[in-house]
């Protein structure tokens, strides 16, 4: 096996996820900052694997308020909890032609709580860019119980149902640059 380094572009990738508030309107957010390695094996594409890690503080749906209750300790608890964390365990069905769908499981930690969820990834693509570099592109997404990471604040509604759902859809687009000299077993 012989697997290739491949390092996270933040300036061309996001992680992102909606909710519904009110059980009826959706809410959009992103994280800024994060910083994430592929390690990936054409050969024996099902041994890839990946890690990153997103600074719970660069949380943003737009409203500051908002932002401010979901990095507090109801939510997140940004302070005490600065990251969370990805790391993949299984690969399933890659390959490395382009439009290859598979399915990657992996430890997703949140505060202090540790649990699997199965990622859908779409391989994009691999080219050149125009500085030398070589790229390639996944897209991934999922979605999770927030109450399985002990994310439970709510309130419920005079007219019935809760002002936060508790299913969070999650949805990456990744972007990695080839990191040279670096190859691992």
């Keep these: 096996m012989a697997h290739r380094r491949w390092e996270l572009d933040p300036n061309h990738s996001t992680i992102e996820f909606s909710t519904k508030h009110m059980m009826f309107t959706t809410v959009r957010g992103r994280f800024k900052d994060f910083a994430g390695t592929l390690h990936l094996d054409r050969e024996a594409a099902?041994?890839?694997?990946?890690?990153?890690?997103i600074k719970t503080?660069?949380?943003?749906?737009?409203a500051p308020d908002r932002?401010?209750?979901l990095r507090g300790a109801d939510f997140f608890d940004a302070a005490t909890y600065p990251e969370l964390k990805f790391r993949s365990k299984d690969v399933n069905g890659a390959s490395p032609e382009e439009g290859t769908?598979?399915?990657?499981a992996g430890d997703l930690t949140i505060a202090d709580t540790t649990q699997e969820v199965v990622l859908d990834v779409l391989f994009q693509g691999r080219g050149q860019d125009p500085w030398g570099g070589e790229r390639v592109g996944f897209t991934a997404s999922t979605e999770i119980d927030r109450r399985d990471w002990g994310l439970k604040w709510n309130q419920t509604l005079e007219t019935g149902g809760v002002l936060v759902a508790n299913k969070v859809r999650i949805e990456v687009e990744v972007q990695a640059v080839l990191q040279q000299d670096e190859s691992s077993g």
């Design 46 to 53: 099902d041994t890839s694997w990946a890690e990153v890690a």
């Design 57 to 62: 503080e660069s949380l943003d749906t737009g």
């Design 67 to 69: 932002d401010g209750h």
């Design 101 to 104: 769908r598979f399915r990657v």
